[in-house]
């Protein structure tokens, strides 16, 4: 099969090199898939880069680790083949899924995962679609519901609207009766106009952070400020959630939240994501069309690298996909 490994840190279009491999072959719990579409996640760039530093200790300080050389971690495809002892999934299946918590490569013609990182792909659904929900759905879902508790009447405000999770965010958002002010930049805001954001920031024109709005949730996408800015801007009672960042950023919660639980009715919380978990709720969402994948691509395979560069450089409008068609793959080396 041909896939995208990495071998060493730097530029994506430097490092992520095509090269043909031998066809993976399932554990006993383990499916294999044939890869139709894959997607471009934060774990891929920060792989490719070996940014920010901190994160080397875990995918390897001088290089990333053997096992974990292929990036990808959400998928939708076909089950070509099965393990022994799997029960879920028969040959032909049509499946998708956020594989993080199995493990990683569907920057792959085929991968092998265990069944329990999947779901059947729902006939309504393309790849392509399929692909670009679990991870930033459920990011969105998870932090807006079960962290965030919206309800009707809130005022909300996502920074980084105009991303993946962002497209997604506002969608579930409007779900309730709230109104959401989204904050990004470029082409990225005539699209979150068009999903219903009700106030847009240019963060390049206006940091919120210094503004007169008060807010009674918050959804990060980004980490990209000083804890107290956000707290400062957050209405007595109101919740800050955010998805990850920087080592900093994080640390400071760590110190910060005993602080506001003793002087404060503000609260600070990160999304631990639990991958897949109310997949079903999406779907069901989705079918009933009151949320949509907002989709940048889709790319070939062969543009991965591009891709992921574009990831880096904050570019993409919604979720980065990528479709993949294994005919007429150039590559770039063989390995055994």
């Known amino acids: 099969m041909k896939a995208y490994k990495v071998n060493k840190y730097g530029p994506p279009e430097e490092v992520l090199n095509l090269v043909e ?4 072959e399932p554990e006993k719990n383990e499916v294999q898939i044939r890869v139709r579409a894959t997607s471009v996640n934060d774990y891929d760039w920060c792989l490719s880069s070996g940014k920010p530093l901190s994160y080397r200790f875990f995918f390897g300080i001088f290089r990333p680790r053997k096992k974990m050389r292929i990036p990808g971690m959400e998928v939708a495809g076909i089950v070509e083949k099965i393990g022994r002892d799997v029960s879920k999934f028969k040959v032909g299946d049509e499946v998708y899924g956020d594989i993080s918590d ?3 490569g569907s920057f792959a013609e085929l991968l092998c995962i265990d069944e329990k990182a999947l779901s059947l792909k729902p006939d309504f659904m393309s790849f392509e679609e399929a692909t670009s929900l679990p ?14 508790h919206i309800r009707d009447g809130l005022k909300v405000l996502i920074n980084g609207g105009g991303g993946g999770m962002g497209t997604f965010g506002i969608q579930i958002a409007k779900i309730f009766d ?9 082409e990225k805001l005539k699209q979150m106009e068009d999903l219903g954001y009700d106030t847009l920031i240019d963060y390049q024109k206006e940091d919120f952070t210094r503004g007169d709005e008060r807010y009674d949730l918050i959804l990060d996408c980004r980490t990209n400020r000083s804890l107290f800015k956000y707290v400062m801007v957050l209405k007595p009672g109101g919740k800050y959630v955010t998805i990850g960042g920087k080592t900093g950023k994080l640390l400071q919660m760590i110190y910060v ?7 404060s009715s503000k609260r600070v919380l ?7 978990r109310d997949l079903d709720r999406i779907e069901d969402w989705y079918r009933e069309g009151k949320i949509r994948c907002v989709i940048d691509g889709p790319y070939s395979f062969e543009e991965i690298p591009r891709a992921v560069q574009r990831f880096g450089d904050a570019q993409h409008v919604g979720k980065i996909v990528i479709s993949v ?6 590559y770039s080396g063989h390995e055994s």
């Open 21 to 24: 491999t031998i066809d993976p």
């Open 257 to 263: 939240n005993p602080i506001l639980k003793w002087f």
């Open 270 to 276: 990160m999304v631990m994501l639990k991958a897949n």
């Open 102 to 104: 199995y493990g990683y």
């Open 135 to 148: 991870h930033a759905s459920l990011l969105a879902f998870q932090g807006l519901i079960k962290l965030g």
């Open 178 to 186: 709230v109104s959401v002010t989204g904050v990004d930049t470029g």
């Open 325 to 330: 068609r294994s005919k007429d793959l150039a």
